[in-house]
């Protein structure tokens, strides 16, 4: 009996354990969702901008952008820990609108010095719900007397798919502007190629689970391959997400995939690293493709 007494208590208190666990997390989320509109306001927030660089033309004239938040209590949290709270809580809104702000008024900036890049900003499907966002994006780059061509949007498949004739006029709308419209994190959700050749989008980007072993693994390469020759043949440009290493590089030429982002050529950068890192890469950009690169 004391081993079952023993046995009672010990599952007893795993189970307490592990309520206060769930209890623990659902603390932070809900301190998290509780702070984010004054964090908003209150430089909690900022924005790192990754390059997406051209590897055929070895040019970089791209990048997007990534959300950063520093809370003063719960230190740096990553988007992967409050963008699907932000959307559950029905507030991403608030972030989108806050980083087009941030990034169209950068951008504006760069491009008065003569550095025309276009960068892309994240949506969600909300956003893509919401009737009033075309003409928030059209204002805004009024505001800042940006060509519609300074803009890129990224949308994942699952986003699209929950609404897609919603989803779908708007993205018609965002096109007409002139604004690049990618599809983001490809391969991952349920959707075909053959589907998205509906989407009016420009742009695929295929996830970095299929980039970031490829030199070691030939279905991984094979799989890129053939969605990059796919989707080139029904109009769509291809970026590979996620190559950390030199020794993918010349499997994603082989491959044709048209730009490449990541930590290879750069990790996520602050706006004046980034335009450094720009300017750097286009005064002497040799050495991320060089002979034993592409081998
Ligand atoms: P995403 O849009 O697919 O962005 C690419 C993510 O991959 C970024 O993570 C980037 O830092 C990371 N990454 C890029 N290259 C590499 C690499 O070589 N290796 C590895 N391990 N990772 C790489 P991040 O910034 O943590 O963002 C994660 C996700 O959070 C994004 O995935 C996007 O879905 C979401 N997100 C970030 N910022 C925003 C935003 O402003 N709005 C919305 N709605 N979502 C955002
Ligand atoms: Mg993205
Ligand atoms: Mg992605
Ligand atoms: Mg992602």
């Not at 051209?54 to 230190?75: V, Y």
């Not at 009033?132 to 798919?161: F, G, R």
């Not at 919603?166 to 391969?187: C, H, K, M, P, Y």
Request: charged share 15%; net charge negative; hydrophobic share 45%.
């Amino acid at each position: 009996t004391d081993i079952a007494l023993d046995h009672a208590l010990s599952t007893a208190t795993h189970i307490a354990m592990y309520l206060q666990g769930q209890d623990e997390s659902h603390q932070r989320d809900l301190t998290l969702i509780r702070d984010l509109p004054d964090a908003l306001q209150n430089g909690q927030f900022y924005v790192v901008y990754q390059p997406k660089v051209d590897i055929s033309k070895r040019q970089c004239h791209s990048a997007e952008a990534l959300i950063r938040w520093q809370h003063p209590q719960l230190g740096f949290i990553p988007p992967d820990q409050f963008i699907a709270l932000a959307e559950h809580a029905g507030n991403i809104g608030l972030i989108t609108e806050w980083m087009l702000q941030q990034v169209l008024c950068q951008t504006a900036l760069w491009w008065q010095q003569g550095m025309q890049v276009q960068i892309a900003v994240n949506l969600s499907v909300h956003d893509l719900l919401n009737p009033a966002l075309t003409d928030n994006i059209c204002s805004l780059l009024n505001q800042y007397q940006l060509p519609a061509a300074a803009l890129a949007l990224e949308v994942t498949e699952s986003a699209i798919m929950q609404d897609a004739d919603t989803v779908v006029r708007q993205l018609s709308q965002l096109r007409a502007l002139g604004i690049n419209l990618a599809i983001d994190d490809f391969g991952t959700g349920q959707s075909s190629l053959a589907y998205l050749k509906q989407l009016p989008v420009h742009e695929v980007k295929i996830d970095r689970a299929f980039i970031k072993d490829i030199e070691n693994n030939a279905n991984d390469a094979l799989i890129v391959a053939a969605t990059t020759q796919l989707a080139h043949s029904l109009g769509f440009s291809v970026t590979a997400e996620g190559l950390e290493n030199r020794a993918g590089l010349p499997k994603l030429l082989h491959c044709g995939c048209d730009k490449v982002q990541g930590y290879y050529f750069a990790k996520p950068l602050q706006a004046d690293n980034f335009s450094q890192w720009l300017l750097q890469f286009s005064t002497d950009n040799q050495s991320w493709f060089t002979a034993e690169s592409i081998a």
